[in-house]
């Protein structure tokens, strides 16, 4: 991080070269003027944290200053110094927006301390409104009036006050890590950090890297010691987004960190304590996993004490509606449009696709059509689906058994999108709402050649 900047205003060459010397030996950056007018051009130029300014000026005072500084921000600390002090004019300073208002001769290291103080206080309101901004713009993982959305908000909001680990199953594109963030910012743990990682793709080292860290000299490269999420993600959640990927090699590991909340950096040798909450997701059937040995089974019941389970969209039709209605309005938001609306025959089409991507293919789709579409209002050829409805037992079609697992359905839908596009990954990697790479990651564990589809 960069030294904080400190704008000194003083027409006293020997005081202001005085207090910049002491205030640069502090750690702080000082940028000198000796009038008004300097001063604002400096403002402007090196846009200071803090602003420390002699009131009496050669043409003018640092409340001609303050004025015009606050018009540009609101928040940042100005400190006035002044050798004629009165009670009336220190009252008007801290009307007009001053935060301190001291008379000379002022000691340096007083005018340090209040200095780190002022940017201490800075920060922290920052944090918070940066904190408030994130939280307002929290997604409602619960939109929709079906009974399958109501249970899962229901049970969501039971397990808030708890420190045990949320394991969230649900589909491709169901929406797992808007409900992990959701659970994040209305948990105890609210104020604290939300770091998350996808455990598909990554191999075993760059895994076991990401989540503990590393010493210096742990392995070629390692040319500094970094923290690893656990350590990041102290006293707030780690969400563990496809923990059925992750590398049998880790997962003991991960275990331990869970259960004694200790856990060793690569090429450490002293444990660390770490406070976190788990929350993981996966799309597989972790219980088959455990039974055919390649998912720990202690892990297994360490992560699933909480388990939600995110209902795919072809189980609450009534909710599609409404969700359709809210994508659009952040599309045409995000576009610089007017309200969209559908049609009733693009809202029955909607309803009667069974929508193996879920809610990521449902905004792919949508946006897609406002690309295309340029009018207010989206009809059903718009879309680029088909309006007919699944045949029961068969939601990805007549090659997936009725009782099909997780990953039997992932394997049947992926080779679906991909016989559309006529094996062109890229394109397939649009529709399914996920990155090229990530995509040449399943297709490996899936056993899936794109050409042959």
């Not at 027409?11 to 070269?17: I, K």
């Not at 409104?129 to 969501?156: M, N, Y």
Request: hydrophobic fraction near 45%; glycine fraction near 8%.
């Amino acid at each position: 991080m960069s030294e904080p900047r400190i704008l000194l205003i003083e027409d006293d060459p020997s005081v202001r070269h005085g207090m910049a010397a002491f205030l640069r030996a502090s750690a702080l950056e000082v940028f000198e003027a000796d009038s008004c007018r300097r001063a604002l051009e400096t403002f402007r130029t090196v846009n200071p944290d803090v602003v420390v300014a002699d009131y009496s000026l050669p043409d003018g005072t640092s409340l001609d200053i303050l004025a015009q500084v606050r018009r540009m921000s609101e928040d940042l600390p100005f400190i006035i110094l002044t050798a004629h002090g009165s009670i009336d004019l220190a009252v008007r300073a801290i009307k007009d927006g001053a935060d301190q208002f001291l008379t000379k001769p002022v000691e340096s290291k007083a005018l340090l301390v209040l200095v780190r103080r002022l940017l201490e206080q800075r920060r922290l309101r920052q944090r918070q409104e940066a904190a408030s901004r994130e939280r307002a713009g929290i997604l409602d993982p619960f939109q929709g009036t079906s009974p399958a959305i109501r249970l899962l908000e229901e049970q969501a909001r039971r397990m808030l006050a708890w420190d045990s680990p949320i394991l969230i199953l649900g589909e491709t594109g169901a929406g797992k890590g808007v409900l992990a963030r959701w659970i994040h910012f209305h948990s105890p743990r609210s104020e604290e950090a939300f770091v998350n990682l996808n455990c598909a793709g990554l191999t075993r080292e760059l895994l076991e890297s990401e989540l503990f860290g590393y010493e210096r000299g742990a392995f070629t490269g390692a040319v500094a010691a970094k923290q690893g999420l656990l350590e990041v993600g102290h006293r707030g959640i780690v969400f563990l987004d496809e923990i059925g990927d992750m590398d049998p090699a880790i997962q003991p590991k991960l275990l331990k960190a869970l259960e004694e909340k200790t856990f060793r950096r690569l090429g450490d040798v002293r444990d660390r304590v770490v406070d976190i909450r788990l929350i993981a997701s996966t799309n597989l059937a972790l219980e088959d996993m455990v039974r055919a040995k390649t998912f720990r089974d202690d892990l297994f019941y360490r992560i699933s004490t909480l388990t939600l389970r995110i209902p795919p969209l072809r189980e609450r039709p009534e909710d599609i509606p409404v969700l359709a209605e809210r994508i659009l309005g952040l599309v045409a938001s995000r576009m610089g449009r007017g309200q969209v609306t559908l049609s009733p025959c693009a809202q029955q089409a909607l309803m009667a696709y069974p929508w193996p991507g879920n809610l990521r293919e449902l905004s792919n789709v949508l946006e897609r059509a406002m690309i295309l579409q340029r009018g207010d209002r989206l009809e059903g050829a718009d879309l680029g689906i088909s309006d007919r409805a699944p045949a029961p037992g068969e939601p990805f079609g007549e090659s997936v058994p009725e009782l099909a697992t997780l990953k039997e359905m992932e394997r049947a839908h992926i080779e679906r999108v991909l016989r559309k596009t006529a094996g062109n990954v890229t394109e397939a990697a649009q529709i399914l709402g996920m990155a090229r790479r990530t995509l040449y990651d399943r297709l490996k564990v899936l056993g899936i050649t794109p050409g042959l589809h």
